[in-house]
């Protein structure tokens, strides 16, 4: 006795259906393709400010300065001057001495901020 019609008791759901050809689970036959102008991928759009950086416009200290005051910026108006310098002077140090951080500027800008 099966559970749930599992089983094999002939009852639909109990029986599963034969294999394919080849031998392996829903396997057709057929190769997987995807065409390309069915799935374009574009080139991510780059920040003014990484474009900055590398056009040589900025070095990466100013580029971390411009990535902090956007971060901070929905809480100019929310916080004190001195809370608000806290939070980006806190937010800043965390961007060269977190690992993680360090990490993805250094993936985002192939410049890590150790070695500036």
């Not at 639909?12 to 036959?29: D, E, F, H, K, Q």
């Amino acid at each position: 006795m099966g559970i749930d019609g599992m089983g094999g008791s002939g009852k639909p759901g109990g029986v599963l259906p034969p294999p394919s050809p080849s031998g392996a689970p829903g396997a057709t036959g057929e190769s997987f393709k995807l065409d390309a102008a069915e799935a374009p991928v574009a080139a991510p759009e780059l920040s003014p400010a990484l474009q900055q950086l590398q056009a040589g416009e900025i070095n990466l200290d100013q580029y971390l300065d411009l990535q902090v005051d956007g971060a901070v910026a929905h809480l100019e108006g929310k916080l004190s001057v001195s809370e608000l310098s806290v939070v980006r002077d806190t937010l800043r140090e965390q961007l060269v001495s977190d690992p993680v951080l360090v990490e993805l500027t250094t993936r985002a800008t192939g410049i890590s901020p150790t070695d500036s």
